[in-house]
């Protein structure tokens, strides 16, 4: 009995210790068939091969475009927003890197002052911090979002680092750190900003909000908003949240993270792998992607350009994957999915009880999409029940009947009906909060 116990736990530590490593050899074992792929596409689509254009030509070059998608490594996305349309006008942004730390950069995308005049824009504009995932995907996933609160604010963005690229020398970064990044970076920005928690970030924000509340911090925001945000996961329940309560949370520790191999900069650092969750994602939806691979090629072959073009685009961005430390992952399970402390008012933070009913000058609103099968109808809206002293002419409750997850932040629907309600919520604290206007560039 015992041996069998040491057996099962040398095996359990062997997983833990080679996974990352199985998954980085299978990625350089296609090396050469990669290779082989990317000349095959190059033959196939040169302009001097006479066969190129016949049905084996773009069969053959369909067939290799497909397999190297399939086999690379996909990077961090570039945010290419160095130019947005804003009233039917080009209006030229600039990246600023505003602080640092080894785990985000505060990024503000900076509006051209004579782009705005000639948009008929003012030359200022409600600051804006957007609060990106720190979930499996880069900040690039609100590329949309971005773009649409340029519209009318100055726009920065939680630019959050792939773990493996930290050194273990930088220590640890956790769930409490995370809150504590969020007070810094407002502080970074400057007095009463509005604040945006999309999906995951919603429980440290409005953590982090209501302890800067509770201690009159003047960098406290003026306004919060959490799109699709887990603050009450115990409502409207969905697959992934009953997947985080059907396990007990040993059973995560001991499947979920792995370590970083070598040659990357956090080699040794114990982490929940992009990786693992792109495939788990990918398993629940295995013949909605098996299909839109099968379109691409069919796509290919046809010389179809615009659905070739939205296939890349999406899977270029879905593919890319950052890793996240041990302690915030497991944290972030314990706390948001397992045991709800900040919806049972239990949270606290450095020893120090996380007391949301401080909350009384931020003002508050919520956006849920009706089909959401990420974060249900409910677990967003919680927040206002929980923040029983925002005044009621400073909060918005807002359910979108058409759009899922993604839709509550992107796409057609956000930019038509979702971002003037949120633009509109914005600017009725700004006017509340009585503060100075910030240049916009």
């Known amino acids: 009995m015992l041996r069998c116990i040491v057996r099962q736990a040398i095996r359990r530590h062997l997983k833990r210790r080679m996974l990352y490593s199985l998954h980085e050899f299978s990625y350089y074992s296609a090396a050469p068939y990669r290779l082989g792929a990317q000349l095959a596409r190059s033959f196939w689509s040169s302009p001097f091969n006479p066969a190129a254009e016949t049905a084996i030509g773009r069969t053959a070059y369909a067939a290799a475009e497909v397999f190297e998608g399939l086999t690379r490594r996909y990077g961090k996305p570039a945010w290419n927003l160095d130019v947005v349309t804003i009233d039917n006008l080009p209006v030229r942004t600039t990246q600023q ?12 995308f900076a509006r051209d002052l004579g782009d705005l005049k000639r948009a008929g824009k003012p030359a200022d504009g409600p600051a804006v911090l957007i609060v990106a995932p720190l979930s499996g995907h880069y900040a690039t996933l609100l590329r949309g979002t971005v773009e649409g609160f340029l519209q009318d604010h100055d726009v920065y963005v939680t630019d959050w680092v792939n773990a493996r690229q930290v050194p273990m020398l930088e220590g640890r970064f956790d769930f409490f750190d995370y809150i504590d990044h969020i007070r810094e970076m407002l502080t970074a920005i400057g007095p009463r900003v509005h604040v945006v928690g999309v999906c995951q970030p919603g429980p440290p924000v409005l953590a982090a909000c209501a302890l800067m509340a509770e201690d009159m911090d003047p960098h406290r925001p003026l306004s919060m908003t959490y799109m699709g945000s887990p603050i009450d996961a115990r409502l409207s329940p969905t697959v992934t949240n009953r997947l985080a309560e059907a396990r007990p949370f040993a059973w995560f520790r001991s499947n979920m993270i792995h370590t970083v191999p070598l040659p990357y900069p956090g080699a040794g650092r114990r982490v929940y792998p992009g990786f693992v969750q792109l495939y788990s994602f990918m398993s ?8 839109a691979q099968h379109d691409y090629f069919q796509n290919l072959v046809a010389g179809d350009g615009d659905e070739v073009q939205k296939h890349e685009e999406f899977y270029d961005e879905y593919l890319s994957v950052l890793d996240l430390t041990e302690e915030f992952y497991l944290q972030t399970i314990d706390i948001v999915f397992q045991n709800h402390l900040l919806a049972r008012n ?5 020893g120090r009880k996380v007391d949301l009913t401080k909350i009384t000058d931020i003002g508050l609103m919520t956006v849920e999409g009706e089909k959401d099968d990420i974060s249900g109808v409910g677990q967003t809206q919680a927040a206002h029940g929980l923040c029983p002293n925002v005044p009621e002419d400073r909060r918005t409750l807002y359910v979108h009947p058409e759009v899922g997850h993604y839709g509550v932040f992107n796409g057609r629907r956000f930019r038509d009906d979702i971002y003037p309600r949120v633009r509109d919520f914005i600017a009725r604290n700004e006017a509340a909060g009585d503060v100075s206007r910030r240049a916009a560039a």
Request: proline share 4%; glycine share 0%.
């Open 97 to 108: 890197t505003i602080w640092t730390s080894p785990w985000c950069r505060l990024i503000r």
């Open 346 to 350: 239990e949270l606290e933070h450095r």
């Open 284 to 291: 629940m939806n295995e013949d909605r992607h098996r299909d």
